[in-house]
């Protein structure tokens, strides 16, 4: 297995893109009305359930993604630890289009420009012996992408700043659920493809702990830029986000322009590539707090930096005299029993379910709402999405390929069962308890079987436990 810094630093280097641009714009006519039939069906049913009213109303009553495609460049190709490809690469979308929207009690309103970036993994695995080579593609984000709108007759829009940024953050949560790590869209190439080899597990845990701060709130001339007075000193703390992940808020460090934090919290990482943002801020109880400043790294840069790193700080896109350091050791999922830690905060391991699918349901196909629910104690609790009738589809043989992540803290392991059960609606159809003992004794820590669950009918899942280890 190659060391930390062999994988860190494995890449060739960048190149150009310029056969797949060519794909895509020969292919944008089809790209184009499936992407205008995903947005429609994905994009309503979130605006009626997450947007304020009247924006939950809304509705596309035209979605025309334009002429301009997709443009791709810097890809760097790498092999995966599981014997896949991975290529990452820059995808940048100055689009024109044609959108209109409706809702009860607002104006039509349309999209005629938006701009879309970020930096795309492709991950093609498994690898194969046979035609077409490769068993699945899945696509993602490594962090959240940017998103710009432009919209029509913007001028005669109230309060078009709340509709803009309601929206974008609707868009821009649909695409964090289903692409941006470490969620991935999952395109089977080969129908026969096995979502247990293809499933990418996280790389591991990154322990990362936010120091201290100094010359906070100051400009590059010396001069505070905080609503207070000068000779009030800000009471500082800083949020930090992990790419897509949850994010963290530290203590107040009270009356500080040079404050110590010494604070750690654990994320689960992805990909090295993924970003790190310190946002530090003025705690104001009187009004809104103070904007002091960001400051961005990767996972990778603050690694080949020995684990620790003085970012620079900056206020509105200006740079500024202050600056943050963090400090960080980065922990492997490796399989093996004794590889749990039983003391400490953070995250000691993972556990992984994956739901591939069902067989033999019993009912009529019409009537049939197939689902398989997760249970571990009081750890956590998931399911998957809910399969019916459709032309195409074996609703009585169902596939998910659904993956389901718990972090396992200190005294975890071991636990109770895990209880998989199969749901048709909201009625149990029969479920099965797996002990962890069973899964620990599995080879690599990994139980993937055809379990019965009753009435004929089998839930082909997998169970994978993982502990932590320094990554050298």
Not at 307 to 314: A, I, K
């Amino acid at each position: 297995m190659s060391s930390l810094v062999e994988t860190l630093t494995a890449s060739g280097g960048t190149e150009s893109v310029g056969f797949l641009n060519d794909i895509v714009r020969q292919l944008w006519p089809n790209i184009c009305v499936a992407g205008a039939r995903m947005i429609k069906e994905i994009a309503e049913p979130i605006f009626a359930t997450t947007l304020p009213s009247p924006l939950n109303t809304l509705q596309f009553k035209k979605i025309d993604l334009g002429t301009v495609p997709l443009h791709f460049s810097k890809v760097d190709v790498h092999r995966t630890e599981n014997e896949g490809i991975k290529l990452d690469l820059d995808i940048d979308w100055d689009g024109k289009s044609d959108i209109e929207l409706d809702g009860s009690m607002l104006p039509k309103m349309g999209i005629e420009h938006f701009k879309l970036k970020g930096r795309l993994s492709i991950l093609l695995c498994p690898l194969t012996n046979t035609l077409p080579l490769i068993g699945a593609a899945q696509v993602a984000f490594i962090n959240p992408p940017s998103l710009e709108l432009d919209f029509t007759d913007a001028a005669h829009i109230a309060n078009l700043s709340v509709i803009d940024k309601a929206i974008r953050k609707v868009i821009l949560s649909i695409i964090a659920s289903y692409a941006v790590l470490p969620n991935r869209f999952l395109v089977k190439i080969d129908p026969s493809n096995d979502f247990f080899r293809t499933y990418q597990h996280p790389e591991g845990v990154l322990r990362l702990s936010v120091v201290s701060g100094t010359n906070l709130g100051r400009s590059k001339e010396g001069k505070s830029f905080l609503k207070k007075l000068v000779h009030d000193e800000p009471d500082c703390y800083a949020k930090v986000a992990v790419s897509a992940e949850a994010e963290w808020q530290t203590a107040t460090a009270k009356n500080s322009r040079n404050p110590t934090w010494n604070e750690t919290r654990d994320f689960v990482i992805s990909d090295y590539d993924q970003s790190i943002g310190v946002d530090v801020n003025d705690d104001d109880t009187a009004n809104t707090d103070d904007d002091i400043g960001l400051a961005t790294t990767t996972v990778k840069k603050l690694l080949l930096s020995g684990g620790r790193q003085e970012l620079p700080l900056t206020h509105k896109g200006v740079a500024t005299d202050g600056s943050v350091v963090i400090a960080g050791e980065m922990f492997k999922f490796v399989p093996r029993p004794d590889s749990f830690g039983e003391e400490g905060p953070g995250i000691h391991g993972m556990m992984t379910v994956l739901v591939a699918s069902a067989f033999g349901i019993q009912g009529r196909r019409e009537q049939l709402k197939p689902s398989v629910k997760v249970d571990w104690g009081t750890h956590g609790n998931f399911r998957t999405a809910i399969k019916q009738d459709a032309p195409g589809s074996d609703v009585q043989n169902p596939s998910w390929d659904q993956a389901f992540r718990i972090p396992i803290l200190a005294h975890m392991i071991p636990g109770p069962p895990v209880r998989i059960t199969l749901m048709d609606g909201e009625q149990e159809r029969g479920s099965v308890h797996v002990p962890l003992d069973e899964v620990l004794a599995a080879q690599n820590m990994q139980l993937e079987k055809f379990f019965e669950v009753g009435d004929g009918a089998t839930v082909r899942a997998g169970i994978w436990l993982r502990g932590t280890a320094p990554a050298e």
